[in-house]
């Protein structure tokens, strides 16, 4: 995201690729100019004055919220792969993985 | 033109909790695929991520055993990607504020000891684990989810020796906080390294390889004895090296490129809005820090000053934190050190190699060791006995004089007992008695050696030999 004049807020075609969504080239103009519309008016934001002001990433102050180290049943297997699209020997099935 | 190697490495490790990084699954290994999930850590919409807090702990335990400053603010960040491996498409992990800042780590090697430079350890969770077939892949949840803690160095070692001795000295320092089982066959720790070479004089940093996923120290070692010289060679030969990803194949013996850097990820980190922020007080991490056990160097040292060991024997020893602590307990009973080490460098370690088990898992009590120790400097039992009560000891626990007493081992002194012995041994043996009668000194041994076994290793050897001389200078 740029916000350097003359320089596109949003580079919706990338953002697409990393989102792994396809998008034509009338769905990418389209995006673009919606999106940009909106990261501009997000970008409003930055005209207040923050400074002395600590970045925060959550608006409650609420933190250190832990859980004991206590194991617990979760689902049964079957319960598990009941939703896999594809499955053998108790494991997920996917398309041949390449690295 | 020399070239100097500048070797980083990060170690992923897995903590040893009982449940899951986020939520309540078991993270035992070696279950049937897919038996210990949940609706978190299969990422279904709607479920929240909850901190293990000994996870936390176990972090903070091993920053502050580095030296590494523990952040008072810490929280955790989405790491996105699309892999089978990962079912929400992102993974937990820290991006700019993790829990550990810096620090260092002690090594030695053949070019004698420094410290490295650590630049941060940070807390995540494991991913699952694929199995690939011939048409397809398997995926497997049960490691997804596990809290995984990861080392980042800075490029501070210069050579394979050098990365290995910092393996096996963050490795006894996991095993001394108790923050892992560090069992590489169950894929406990598993290290990315990079690695470049720059002309020797020069300071800037070459043009850096990553070397993915290495599941062995040997693996690390190996790799990077092979990348460090494919670069200098490439670069001796004009070629300019690219920043690239590769995989260490064992049987091939080599390293091959999987991705240059052109395809590098945009992983989009940001703050993962269903968890809070760790905040860290002084108070909490002073708890801990009172709660730390001795590092392995420190405690090598005060075996020297304390007990007297050797140099040696006080490495063997702290080297394993159970080990150490067995040696300590046992010698708090028998103030004969050297001896309890002896007994526990030798037939103790060895019982453990052959056996693969731990000092844990032995009947064998700290008290039981050192009364053991004292029967043989007190003359009770002959060495040979004592191995085959400690054996005893170990297999099914008890108490060693009652051992002693059960299976008849307790030592013959008495002379007339021995005499027969002695005798026999002598009249069975002219060749030996001419030998030592014509200054062939060590045919003794043998005739000791005779005695022994008749004895079946009760007779006093001394005493044996003592006799054996009087009865042949006697005729």
Redo the contacts between chains.
Sequence with gaps: MMDVAGEKNIDVAYVAH?A?LRLSEEETAVFQKQLEGIVGYVNKVREIDTTGVEPT??G?S???????????E??T?EE??RNAP?Q??????????V? | MKYIASIGLEVHVQLKTDSKMFCSCRTSFGDKPNANICPVCLGYPGTMPTMNEKAICYTVMTGLMTGSSISNYSKFDRKSYFYPDMPKNYQISQYDMPLCVGGSVEIESDAGARSVALCRIHLEEDVAKNLHFANHSGVDFNRAGTPLMEVVTEPDMVSPDEALAFLLALKQILQYVGASDCNLEEGNLRCDVNCSVRPEGTETLGTKSEIKNLNTFKGVHDALAYEIVRQVEALQNGERIVQDTRRWDVDAGATFQMRSKEAAHDYRYFPEPDLMPVVLLQEQIDTWKKGLPELPGARRKRFVAQYGLPEYDARVLAGDREVADLFEQAASFNTDYKSVSNWIMTELLRHLSETGKTVASLPLTPKALADLVALVGGGKVTSTSAKEILGELMAHGGDPATIMQARGLVQVNDSDELSMFVNEAVADNPKSVEDYRKGKKAAIQFLVGQVMKQSRGKANPQIVAQLVRERIDAH
């Excluded at chain 1, 609420?62 to 617990?72: I, K, L, P, S, T």
């Design positions: 990393l792994r990433a959550h409650r609420v933190q250190n919220v832990f859980r004991e180290d206590m194991a617990r979760g689902l297997t598990v792969l594809a053998r020997d108790g494991l997920f099935v996917v398309p041949k993985i690295e």
